[in-house]
Nanobody, 125 residues
Framework: QVQLVESGGGLVQAGGSLRLSCAAS????????WGWFRQAPGKEREFVGA????????LYGDFVKGRFTISRDNAKNMVYLEMHSLKPEVTGVYYC??????????????????WGHGNQVTVYT
């Protein structure tokens, strides 16, 4: 059974940093892109960023504005999201997801087949 488990979320003051981790088990995703999505209260799930299978390409949502970095470790079957200069408007539940197509790199949720349970990030002033 495939499982994606996020960790590292929590409560952080505005201007602070957090690092989210996502660990996969049940199969390897070394040939698949990883994505991160965010869902704020009352809003639809939003693309945060994605990283290609070998880490060579990273794409980010417009709201990120250079403050987030995605990385991956294929040997550990993990993906990370580092967030800096956090603002209250990025509060939400953050999900990691694995692209269903090998060597793909997509920006929209339907292409991602495997999803984590979500991890709450709350930024306060």
């Amino acid at each position: 059974q495939v499982q994606l488990v996020e960790s590292g979320g929590g409560l952080v003051q505005a201007g602070g940093s957090l690092r989210l981790s996502c660990a996969a088990s049940g199969r390897t995703f070394s040939r698949n892109a990883w994505g991160w999505f965010r869902q704020a209260p009352g809003k639809e799930r939003e693309f945060v960023g994605a990283i290609s299978w070998n880490g060579g390409i990273q794409l980010y949502g417009d709201f990120v504005k250079g403050r987030f970095t995605i990385s991956r470790d294929n040997a550990k079957n993990m993906v990370y999201l580092e967030m800096h200069s956090l603002k209250p408007e990025v509060t939400g539940v953050y999900y990691c997801a694995a692209d269903g197509t090998p060597y793909g790199l997509e920006l929209t949720a339907p292409y991602y087949v495997y999803w984590g349970h979500g991890n709450q990030v709350t930024v306060y002033t």
